[in-house]
């Protein structure tokens, strides 16, 4: 290997040792430092863009002193990243006699193995699932469903794999097995460092530590969980000489609950965002199972999709019909040495066009606000791909409308895959407000939904089945909130069929 | 759920029959099993990227490397003029330049290599080469390629009695016109082959192939050389389908002409959205049709139109379209027949063997013909299927003259609608759609009869060798490869049954064109039959010499001694199979042997495509129920039944894996999965973040797989049948499914092609 670009030390924790390597540069992925550098194997390229999970590894995380496991893809996410962390791999689970782990032993005895190719990545998803619960105790299909879906198998048709996951709990754990916590945490302890203040790869600290760099290097790559930058360098193959990666920003990795509005830091994972929306909202859980798969969730954060702004990111129809706004931040020179700048805007107001947005080249997406539900709120989120789980919507409508007295008080509509950017469908919400929510106000707002957009075909779905579907979309909102039930496949996940015997 | 029962395997005292593990099970586990890119690299290893033409059709008139050269780390750059022997593949047509020359032919047309120090520098110079094409315009519709008379091949029509007649005095005629899409096989490891240069000019090739002997064929053909000096070795693939038996062959030779030119070893392993724009896919087809039937249903004339879309070379998309003439009948017994099947030019990737090989779609004419001649009469679907199956004492010949002699389709058909309880479901889901305004749910039950044989006779061979070593541990080689199917697995279970020794004391080890020559690829469902049988004559061949032996100690007759639970019993002695092993080596016994077997019963004429091409058929069902939402085309796969027949099983965990996962995949291939190409030829959807194969979430719960329990009629190995490829048309009952989900909202399953996303049942629903 000899990077064009510079390197910097990275450190790891593996198998309760630390490993250490020099001269990695900023835009390596975790993947090749494990299988070209460390000639680890075990752990698979399949697609090299987070949507296979031939790659998941397991990360240790230390949060507020306890160590916290997640599955993620490996392909694209930038080894530095996981500096300071712990790091598991297929390889590294088994008992130092051999023994399998339950979440291996499991996936043998269910058969759930055949050309093995994605069997890795399977066995670090189920390691993953045996660390956050008590050893694999009480695994449902469903779960076990939510948490593979970010893990593509070719040749088994999947059953024996959701047996694995749902039996590896009834396994015994060899001696040897099990994650020892203690020597973990000392581990990583011993392995936290003051960040350096120049090197390549920069994960500042602080929040002003971050912006301050930020100022420094306008032309740095910024990351956050890296799941779409990943991809423009494994490719686009593209080269960042320096990097500027906000996870590690302490003020950042909350979600903090006002009166009105919960604000998400921008360091927050995918899972850890939804959580605290679904928290507020109950009805959100199925969409946010929905987006991408469980490793692309625990690397992603809310804060880069949104600072992404891809016409195609499915967080921001739902947070627009929110009324969620963004902080963006940066430092700002004074004459004491400086103090952080902010602003705040609706997110709506944040995207100029494909990709592009008002950020100054200083700034920083820091937090997303949203407001907590209302008494009158009716809300949903409509999701249409073509496959269920870990798919990119070809439509995404957000709905939310205050009806009170029969009539629509307020209407906030966000829509995704119809523009060139997420949008507010402003005319439809128009149609909506002041109006008595009835089925011909709806009729009327569907023909001024479908009218609002000129959608494009694309390899997703034709301009025709995504006009068609806008509207229809609008109609299903009121026929739910006519109390109409099992009219959302999506509620009906798990549909039985009709006469069969168990 | 299908789990085996594992007290079975602690049980048995016979290998073959229960359900053991996957050989590789514990190492696949453990990241421990080595596939090709794991292999410890040899100094000096180059990693090679390929440079893709972006044109669909143009004249070449050059490549310009100059700029990707020049970058840091790139150490040389093959093109056409490199290639020592022939730069034209061996392939069927002998149609396919190694590297473009003079034209391109497709979007991903490979026109070189470039070779670097690492993979990434590899594919970042890729990009830099600079293509000097005059764009032609292209031809990217099987339909345009028809028009223009544009084949890869010439036509094929198979006809028996009058079709035109029959259908003129048919009590009613329906007509019909539809498509259904391609498929990528998604292998989970991507296409790669790691080249090292020996001494003497031979040479060393790792493919992740299903075909080594092919690819040791082709790479000795390019480079100028005789077979001998090109070894080929496989251990095993992360998943092959059909798409590592001549594509591999394209990546071992580019691989092959860079390493003899710059005296390295070189590894290309293809980059996914490079494997999706290079290799060859599942043929996308067209048919039109006509068909007549009376009132109850029965067929009595079809006249039957396909178009395959074989893309740019004729590939393997002769003997793919042949298969689909071969099971356009699927279960039913077609009288007055006229297939016509026209092999088109397209300027697309070039189609090639996907599971099934053309079986599906034959298949799925005859089976969406069948639901509308129901629907047409307003009869259920299943009466209008059982009414047209094949008969046993007449009504028994296929359109192509063979007889089906072990015909079990009625009792399997009817033991699934009672098991799975179709009749009272179909009757309880017309009730539940009445009341429901906005999800409608559907049902059928469809069949598959598969036949089991490469249409080329030739291929229908296998050799195998098995070694005995002095500690009484066992070696088995053959030429089949091992791509997850379980191959390896059944094979050592049949040797250690032959030997009458535990299974664990039998090693199978990698497919080596080094150890059993001309090979046949790994295809057509018939790995275990070919090369299971072969490695059974080699074990007997050693069995009988060590009988022999104990005979002449014993004196008894050779036919007397006995081969179970490790041990070896004449009628006046029992030893331990080690004992006797050392004692027959020390008494100078061959202790090792090939084997060879040929299919026998078939034969067929390639001209008129009559006779017996298929040694014997398999046969299964599959019941689905889904439900579709009218307001989107969205839709769930709420349970499926499932009875196959595998004849008598030398493991049933496995079979029921291959049953499970090629259900899911024809699934897939019917409902998600879809190639979108723009109107330039560019192949959109060449990623799985756009290439959506079924995921966890698409499995139902109701997902039940059951084994019908007779043996092949006819004598193969251990009584067994094929399984990898027949279960793939089950998938068809989720599509007719869909059709029928769609008929009960009102709207129009005619309307509806293949893959039927959400948006096409949509389309078929309400029309937009």
């Known amino acids: 290997m000899k990077p064009q670009t510079s390197g910097q030390t990275l450190r790891f924790v593996r ?14 992925t975790l993947l090749d430092v494990l299988r070209e550098d460390l000639h680890l194997s075990a752990t698979k390229e399949g697609c090299g863009e987070g949507d296979c999970g031939a790659c998941t590894v397991v990360l240790g995380e230390l949060v507020d002193g306890q160590l916290r496991h997640r599955a993620i893809n490996s392909c694209i996410r930038m080894a530095h990243s996981v500096d300071g962390m712990a790091v598991y791999t297929a390889e590294d689970i088994a008992a130092p006699t051999g023994e399998l782990h339950p979440a291996q032993e499991a996936m043998v005895q269910c058969h759930g193995s055949q050309c093995g190719f994605c069997t890795p990545g399977f066995v670090m998803s189920l390691f993953g699932m045996y660390q956050n619960t008590d050893k694999g105790q009480g695994i449902t299909r469903e779960q076990a469903q939510v948490d593979l879906s970010g893990n593509l198998c070719r040749c088994t048709g999947y059953r024996p794999i959701l047996d694995a996951a749902q039996q590896m709990g009834d396994l015994p754990l060899p001696a040897g097995c099990a994650v020892d916590v203690g020597a973990t945490v000392a581990a990583l302890k011993a392995l936290k460092k003051k960040p350096a203040a120049d090197t390549p790869y920069l994960r500042p600290t602080t929040l002003s530590a971050l912006l301050q760099a930020r100022a420094a290097r306008p032309k740095a790559q910024v990351v956050a969980g890296c799941t779409d930058v990943g991809l423009w360098v494994t490719k686009q193959h593209k080269r960042f000489e320096q990097v500027l990666d906000v996870t590690a920003a302490r003020e950042l990795q909350r979600v903090e609950t006002y009166k009105h509005h919960i604000a998400i830091g921008a360091a927050v994972s995918l899972t850890d965002a939804f959580a605290a929306l679904v928290k507020e909202r109950p009805q959100l859980k199925t969409f946010s199972q929905r987006f991408a798969g469980l490793p692309v969730r625990n690397s992603g954060t809310l804060g ?17 019909a929110l009324g969620a706004s963004v902080v963006l931040m940066r430092w700002k020179k004074t004459a004491a040495g400086g103090e952080i700048a902010h602003r705040e805007l609706r997110l709506e107001d944040l995207y100029t066009g494909y990709r592009t947005n008002v950020m100054r080249p200083d700034e920083l997406v820091a937090w997303i606000k949203v407001p907590r539900p209302t008494q009158d709120e009716k809300l949903a989120v409509y999701k249409i791909s073509k496959r269920f789980d870990d798919d990119i919507s070809a439509i995404c409508l957000a709905i939310r409308l205050e009806i009170a007295g029969g009539v629509v008080r307020s209407a906030s509509i966000g829509a995704g895959g119809v523009a060139a950017t997420p949008a507010r469908a402003r005319h439809t919400e128009a149609a909506l407000l002041g109006q008595p929510w009835t089925e011909d106000t709806v009729m009327a707002a569907m023909d001024t939904l479908r009218g609002e957009f000129q959608p494009i075909s694309d390899m997703r779905a034709s301009a025709a089945y995504r006009h068609t579907v806008l509207g229809n979309l609008l109609r299903r909102f009121w026929l739910e909130s006519q109390g109409q039930q099992a009219i959302n496949l999506e509620q009906l996940n798990g549909l039985k069929s009709l006469e069969v015997t168990a | 759920m299908n789990a085996p029962d594992l007290k079975l395997v602690a049980d048995s005292t016979r290998a073959a029959g229960v359900s053991r593990f996957h050989e590789s099970a514990r190492a696949q586990v453990a990241g421990t099993a080595t596939y090709i890119d794991d292999i410890p690299e040899v100094r000096g290893t180059l990693h090679a990227a390929p440079v893709c033409s972006p044109i669909a059709h143009g004249k070449l008139k050059g490549l310009d490397a100059s700029a990707a050269l020049v970058l840091p780390g790139v150490q040389g750059f093959v093109s056409a003029a490199d290639i020592p022997g022939d730069p034209i593949l061996a392939a069927f047509g002998h149609d396919e330049p190694v590297f473009a020359q003079d034209k391109v032919l497709f979007i991903g047309q490979v026109g070189g290599l470039i070779l670097a120090d690492d993979a990434m520098t590899a594919r970042r110079a890729a990009r830099l080469v600079k293509w ?51 498929q990528e096989h998604l292998y989970l490891e991507g296409q790669i082959a790691y080249v090292l240069p020996l001494e003497q000019n031979q040479w060393w090739v790792y493919s992740s192939t299903q075909h080594p002997g092919e690819v040791q064929h082709w790479v000795s053909h390019v480079l100028g050389l005789h077979n001998h000096a090109v070894k080929v070795e496989c251990r095993r693939m992360g998943g092959g389908f059909g798409g590592k038996e001549t594509q591999a062959g394209h990546l071992a030779v580019w691989a092959a002409v860079a390493a003899q030119k710059l005296k390295r070893p070189v590894k290309l392993r293809l980059d996914r959205d490079d494997d999706f724009m290079i290799t060859g896919k599942r043929h996308p087809f067209a048919y039109s049709y006509q068909v007549g039937f009376d009132d109850s249903g029965l067929l009595c004339g079809l006249k039957l139109e396909m178009l395959a879309n074989c893309g740019f070379s004729a590939d393997l998309s002769g003997p793919v379209a042949d298969r689909a003439i071969f099971h356009a009948d699927n279960a039913y017994f077609l009288e007055d027949v006229a297939v016509s099947s026209y092999r088109c030019k397209t300027n697309t990737q070039s189609h090639t063997a996907f599971r099934g090989f053309g079986g599906p779609q034959g298949v799925i004419v005859i089976e969406r013909i069948m639901s509308d001649i129901a629907r047409h009469l307003g009869l259920d679907a299943l009466d209008v ?4 199956l094949y008969g046993i004492e007449n009504r028994n010949v296929t359109h192509y003259q063979m007889q089906v002699e072990d015909n079990i389709l009625e009792p399997l058909m009817t033991t699934l609608a009672q098991t799975s309880r179709y009749r009272e479901r179909h009757e309880a889901i017309a009730e539940w759609n009445a009341s429901s305004s906005v999800i409608k749910r559907g049902i059928a039950l469809t069949p598959v009869k598969f036949g089991i044989s490469f249409t080329a006779t030739l291929f229908n061979q296998a050799g ?23 191959l390896n697995t059944k094979v050592a279970a049949i040797v250690a049954d032959e030997l009458g020794v535990p299974f664990e004391r039998v090693l199978s080890t990698a497919s080596d064109t080094s150890k059993v020559p001309n090979a046949s690829a790994t295809a057509a469902s ?31 007759g050779a036919g007397a001694v006995r081969f179970v639970n490790g041990q070896i019993i004449s009628p006046s002695k029992t030893r331990q199979w080690e004992d006797v092993v050392g004692a027959a080596y020390a008494n100078r016994i061959q202790l090792w042997s090939d084997g060879f077997y040929r299919t026998p019963k078939i034969h067929y004429d390639k001209v008129t495509m009559l006779g017996r091409p298929f040694y014997y058929f398999s046969y299964g069902a599959a019941c689905t129920e889904v439900a579709i939402d009218t307001l989107t085309g969205e839709y769930r796969v709420v349970a499926v039944d499932i009875l196959h027949d595998v004849g008598q099983s030398i493991n049933p965990a496995i079979d029921i894996g291959q049953i499970e996962g090629a259900f899911v995949q024809g699934m897939g291939w019917l409902t998600t999965e879809q190639l979108v190409w723009n109107n330039k030829g560019y192949l959109q959807t060449h990623a799985p973040s756009t290439y959506k194969i079924p995921a966890t979430g698409d499995v139902p719960e109701h997902f039940k797989v059951a084994l019908w329990p007779e043996p092949n009629r006819e004598d193969n190995v251990f009584g067994s049948k ?39 049942v949509l389309r078929a629903v309400q029309g937009f």
């Open chain 1, 15 to 28: 198998r309760g040792e630390t490993v250490t390597l020099n001269h990695v540069a900023p835009d390596r």
């Open chain 1, 304 to 320: 880069g999709n949104v600072a992404n702004g891809s016409p195609i990111g499915d967080s921001m129809p739902l947070l627009i």
């Open chain 2, 132 to 182: 000097d094409i005059e764009t032609l315009p292209p031809v990217l519709t099987p339909q345009e390629a028809h028009a223009a008379q544009s084949y890869v091949l010439p036509p094929v029509h198979v006809k028996r009695g009058d079709a035109a007649a029959a259908l003129a005095r048919a009590p009613h005629t329906l007509e019909g016109r539809f498509e259904v899409g391609g």
């Open chain 2, 385 to 388: 299927r059982l009414r047209n």
């Open chain 2, 464 to 486: 195998a060798l098995v070694h005995v070593y002095t500690d009484g541990s066992v070696q088995v080689n053959h030429g089949g490869t091992e791509m997850g199917q379980g």
């Open chain 2, 526 to 556: 018939s790995g275990t039959d070919l090369n299971g049988r072969a490695a059974q004559f080699a074990a007997r061949n050693v069995r009988d010499n060590l009988a022999s032996f104990v005979a002449g100690l014993d004196g008894c």
């Open chain 2, 722 to 760: 094929a399984v990898g490829e027949p279960p793939f048309m089950l998938g068809i009952s989720v599509y007719e499914a869909l059709r029928d989900a769609v008929a009960q909202a009102g709207g129009q399953p005619d309307a509806m092609n293949a893959p039927a996303t959400a948006e096409e």
